[in-house]
């Protein structure tokens, strides 16, 4: 039985709670947050200790601490458990500085811990089915790869201010999904923002609809939507395009009725936001986890895939301010 140390009691750390404590390999052993409170509330829910993340390291009884803080402590939190020598699943992104990112990831490669990105989205059924149905080939090769990511609603501008940014919070989803759909990160990215839904967040610095197109040495293209806000729920869906067919995975709807009358068709709406649509995609995030760390098998989601995506970001927020096309250098 692994014991797991879970840094940040906060809403996803909370999801993430549920999983650890539920999994036959694993035990929630501690907690730790910046508001002990919290901490005390989480920890007293699954029996386990709330304690302070230097105390949760510093322990030789936990084998593995999950990472839900916020994103500026990222990179300092995985330097640190690997350091104490404790696996690690950190949420994403790795950090929101691309040359941070990377120094953690030349200080911890010799630590021999692995180390997981939380993209959980790869997780996900649906876009799982579509990734292995064109490795089976499917539909010849990827051509033409379209995401779609919106958001029911924005967020707070006190949690825009601290975000990174749209390309950085929101669509490095979406980048960590194209590299895994196209097999490698693209050329260049060509990326366009707006505030349009909430003049707040622009006022804050930040985009809340944008569009960016990736280009792949090869001539394919990827292209993703990202907005901040769309009123029937947490809209997901992912389109490609291959040589020989295409593949498609739609939203996950709230119930699957749908009524026909002579008036039309209607059907029930997406789920409402990533908490509900993607709840099982987190629990299979975390048994993959498990599994690769008792199995001693390579991560399927690694420090430098959450990089690449990063990089991704850093490029989609340069491109936008400039509006040029941004080649990658990875």
Same mark, same amino acid.
């Given at each position: 039985?692994?014991?797991?140390?879970?840094? =940040?009691?906060?809403?996803?750390?909370?999801?993430?709670?549920?999983?650890?404590?539920?999994?036959?390999?694993?035990?929630?052993?501690?907690?730790?947050?910046?508001?002990?409170?919290?901490?005390?509330?989480?920890?007293?829910?699954?029996?386990?200790?709330?304690?302070?993340?230097?105390?949760?390291?510093?322990?030789?009884?936990?084998?593995?601490?999950?990472?839900?803080?916020?994103?500026?402590?990222?990179?300092?939190?995985?330097?640190?458990?690997?350091?104490?020598?404790?696996?690690?699943?950190?949420?994403?992104?790795?950090?929101?500085?691309?040359?941070?990112?990377?120094?953690?990831?030349?200080?911890?490669?010799?630590?021999?811990?692995?180390?997981?990105?939380?993209?959980?989205?790869?997780?996900?059924?649906?876009?799982?089915?579509?990734?292995?149905?064109?490795?089976? =080939?499917?539909?010849?090769?990827?051509?033409?790869?379209?995401?779609?990511?919106?958001?029911?609603?924005?967020?707070?501008?006190?949690?825009?201010?601290?975000?990174?940014?749209?390309?950085?919070?929101?669509?490095?989803?979406?980048?960590?999904?194209?590299?895994?759909?196209?097999?490698?990160?693209?050329?260049?990215?060509?990326?366009?923002?707006?505030?349009?839904?909430?003049?707040?967040?622009?006022?804050?610095?930040?985009?809340?609809?944008?569009?960016?197109?990736?280009?792949?040495?090869?001539?394919?293209?990827?292209?993703?939507?990202?907005?901040?806000?769309?009123?029937?729920?947490?809209?997901?869906?992912?389109?490609?395009?291959?040589?020989? =067919?295409?593949?498609?995975?739609?939203?996950?709807?709230?119930?699957?009725?749908?009524?026909?009358?002579?008036?039309?068709?209607?059907?029930?709406?997406?789920?409402?936001?990533?908490?509900?649509?993607?709840?099982?995609?987190?629990?299979?995030?975390?048994?993959?986890?498990?599994?690769?760390?008792?199995?001693?098998?390579?991560?399927?989601?690694?420090?430098?895939?959450?990089?690449?995506?990063?990089?991704?970001?850093?490029?989609?927020?340069?491109?936008?301010?400039?509006?040029?096309?941004?080649?990658?250098?990875?």
């Amino acid at each position: 039985m692994l014991k797991i140390g879970l840094l =940040g009691a906060g809403r996803i750390g909370r999801v993430h709670a549920v999983n650890i404590a539920g999994h036959a390999a694993t035990t929630l052993a501690a907690v730790s947050d910046v508001n002990e409170e919290a901490a005390q509330s989480l920890a007293a829910a699954y029996g386990a200790r709330a304690l302070g993340t230097d105390a949760i390291l510093a322990d030789a009884s936990i084998d593995a601490v999950l990472i839900a803080t916020s994103t500026d402590t990222h990179s300092d939190l995985i330097e640190k458990a690997t350091a104490a020598g404790k696996a690690v699943l950190c949420e994403k992104p790795v950090d929101l500085s691309l040359e941070r990112a990377k120094a953690c990831l030349a200080k911890t490669a010799d630590s021999g811990k692995p180390v997981m990105i939380g993209f959980n989205r790869r997780f996900d059924p649906n876009f799982a089915a579509v990734r292995a149905a064109l490795s089976a =080939g499917d539909i010849g090769k990827a051509e033409l790869l379209s995401i779609t990511s919106f958001d029911p609603a924005p967020p707070p501008v006190s949690y825009i201010k601290v975000s990174g940014g749209l390309f950085r919070d929101m669509m490095i989803h979406d980048f960590d999904m194209a590299n895994f759909m196209m097999g490698g990160a693209p050329a260049s990215i060509h990326a366009v923002g707006t505030s349009i839904v909430d003049p707040a967040i622009g006022a804050a610095g930040d985009v809340d609809t944008a569009v960016v197109t990736l280009t792949y040495t090869d001539g394919r293209i990827a292209v993703i939507k990202n907005s901040r806000r769309a009123v029937y729920g947490y809209d997901q869906r992912l389109e490609l395009l291959g040589s020989e =067919g295409l593949l498609s995975a739609a939203n996950i709807l709230e119930n699957t009725v749908s009524k026909a009358t002579k008036a039309g068709v209607t059907s029930a709406k997406p789920e409402f936001f990533f908490l509900e649509r993607y709840m099982r995609a987190y629990a299979i995030e975390w048994d993959a986890f498990v599994s690769s760390i008792v199995n001693g098998t390579p991560l399927p989601v690694s420090l430098e895939d959450g990089i690449a995506a990063l990089a991704l970001a850093e490029a989609a927020t340069q491109s936008a301010k400039s509006g040029q096309p941004v080649k990658l250098a990875l």
